[in-house]
């Protein structure tokens, strides 16, 4: 299966920007689709993630209220909605899927694909 992550660039402090991504090679049927970010010089953290089947999601404490994960089973594509974006929100995101119970989601061992990242700056 292969990841593409979208939807990334520069936008303001207060603003909006979906992401999106795609699976190719496969479906994400079966899987769990997580988000994940880093920032310079820091680890990469998690961010939301979903089950494809199902759709029950979770999310960071520092973006919930803000930032929405959801799929459309038509297009095979998982998106996240930042809203209220803030300036430490800069990073680069990547999108990537596996199998594991809802505890493991946040943890990047659980993820067997990932995408290439998509930055997103914000600027104050």
């Known amino acids: 299966v292969q990841l593409q992550a979208s939807g990334g660039g520069l936008v303001q402090a207060g603003g909006s920007l979906r992401l999106s991504c795609v699976a190719s090679g496969g479906t994400f049927s079966g899987y769990v689709v997580g988000w994940f970010r880093q920032a310079p010089g820091k680890e990469r953290e998690f961010v939301s993630a979903?089950?494809?089947?199902?759709?029950?999601?979770v999310a960071a404490d520092s973006v919930k209220g803000r930032f929405t994960v959801s799929k459309d089973s038509a297009k095979n594509t998982v998106y996240l909605q930042m809203n209220s974006v803030k300036p430490e929100d800069t990073a680069v995101y990547y999108c990537?899927?596996?199998?594991?119970?809802?505890?493991?989601?946040?943890?990047?061992?659980?993820?067997?694909?990932w995408g290439q990242g998509t930055q997103v700056t914000v600027s104050s």
């Open positions: 979903i089950r494809w089947s199902g759709g029950n999601t």
């Open positions: 990537a899927t596996g199998r594991g119970i809802l505890s493991t989601w946040s943890q990047q061992r659980s993820y067997l694909y």
